[in-house]
C-alpha cells in the first residue's frame, strides 16, 4: 500500500472554475501535510501547509484536512490557465524527518 | 516564502567525470536537507537525507559511494556524483528545511547530462 496516494489525473478543468484535488496517507500518525505545484521541466514549490483539521484558506487556495479519515483536499477557486501543473500532496510523520511525496496530479485548466 | 539557491542550473559533464552540485539555503538555517532525482515525466525519488554535521542517510538502493552528500554547515550541503554515466542523467533538485514538521523549500534543481 502506497503511503500517499494522489490521482494522477490528467484533472481538466474550465477557466474559472473550482479545481479539486484530493490526497489519502496511510500513517495515521501523520502530524504535519503540504501541497506543492510543480511545473514541467521545473522544482516544486510550496502552496499551502496544514496541520490541524479543518479548511485553510490563502487567496484562492484552500487546504483541507481531515485526520479522522487520513484526507487532504486542495482546492483552486478561479482556475487560471497558468494553473495547469502537476500537485504535489506531502505528508510528515511525527518524528520522521522526510516528507513522503504522492505521485502527483496533473491539472489542466482550459481556456 | 524561503529561498533554496541550487549551482549550477545545468552542467554537461563526461562519462567518468565527477559533478558537484551545491545546495544553500539563503535565508534560514537548515538542520536537515535532502536530495531528490526526478527522471522525466515520473515521481520525485528521493535520494538521501542530511543533517549538518552528520553522515547522510541514504534511501535503499542509493549508492552512498557513487553519490557523496556533504553537510558542512547549516546552510550548505553538496551533492557530488562520482565517475558519472550516461544513466545517471537526471534532473537533482534539493530541499531544505528548518525543522523536523516544518515546510520544506526547494532548490531550483540541477539538470545533469552526461555524455
Known amino acids: 500500500q502506497k503511503e500517499v496516494e494522489q490521482n494522477s489525473g490528467p484533472l481538466s478543468v474550465p477557466e474559472g472554475a473550482i479545481a479539486s484535488l484530493n490526497c489519502t496517507y496511510s500513517?495515521?500518525?501523520?502530524?504535519?501535510f503540504f501541497w506543492y505545484r510543480q511545473y514541467s521541466g521545473k522544482s516544486p514549490e510550496l502552496i499551502m501547509s496544514?496541520?490541524?483539521?479543518g479548511d485553510k484558506e490563502d487567496g484562492r487556495f484552500t487546504a483541507q484536512l481531515n485526520k479522522a479519515s487520513q484526507y487532504v483536499s486542495l482546492l483552486i477557486r478561479d482556475s487560471q490557465p497558468s494553473d495547469s501543473a502537476t500537485y504535489l500532496c506531502?505528508?510528515?510523520?511525527?518524528?520522521?524527518?522526510?516528507?513522503?511525496f504522492g505521485t502527483g496530479t496533473r491539472l489542466l485548466v482550459s481556456p | 516564502g524561503a529561498v533554496v539557491s541550487q549551482h549550477p542550473s545545468w552542467v554537461i559533464c563526461k562519462s567518468g567525470t565527477s559533478v558537484k552540485i551545491e545546495c544553500r539555503s539563503l535565508?534560514?538555517?537548515?538542520?536537515?536537507m535532502f536530495w531528490y532525482r526526478q527522471f522525466p515525466k515520473q515521481s520525485l525519488m528521493l535520494m538521501a537525507t542530511?543533517?549538518?554535521?552528520?553522515?547522510?542517510?541514504?534511501e535503499q538502493g542509493v549508492e552512498k559511494d557513487k553519490f557523496l552528500i556533504n553537510h558542512a554547515s547549516l546552510t550548505l550541503s553538496t551533492l557530488t556524483v562520482t565517475s558519472a554515466h550516461p544513466e545517471d542523467s537526471s534532473f537533482y533538485i534539493c530541499?531544505?528545511?528548518?525543522?523536523?514538521?516544518?515546510?520544506?523549500?526547494f532548490g531550483q534543481g540541477t539538470r545533469l547530462t552526461v555524455v
Open positions: 530541499s531544505a528545511r528548518v525543522s523536523m514538521n516544518t515546510e520544506a523549500f
Open positions: 500513517d495515521r500518525g501523520s502530524q504535519s
Open positions: 496544514i496541520y490541524s483539521n
Open positions: 506531502a505528508v510528515n510523520g511525527w518524528g520522521f524527518q522526510k516528507l513522503v
Open positions: 535565508d534560514f538555517q537548515a538542520t536537515t
Open positions: 542530511s543533517n549538518e554535521g552528520s553522515k547522510a542517510t541514504y
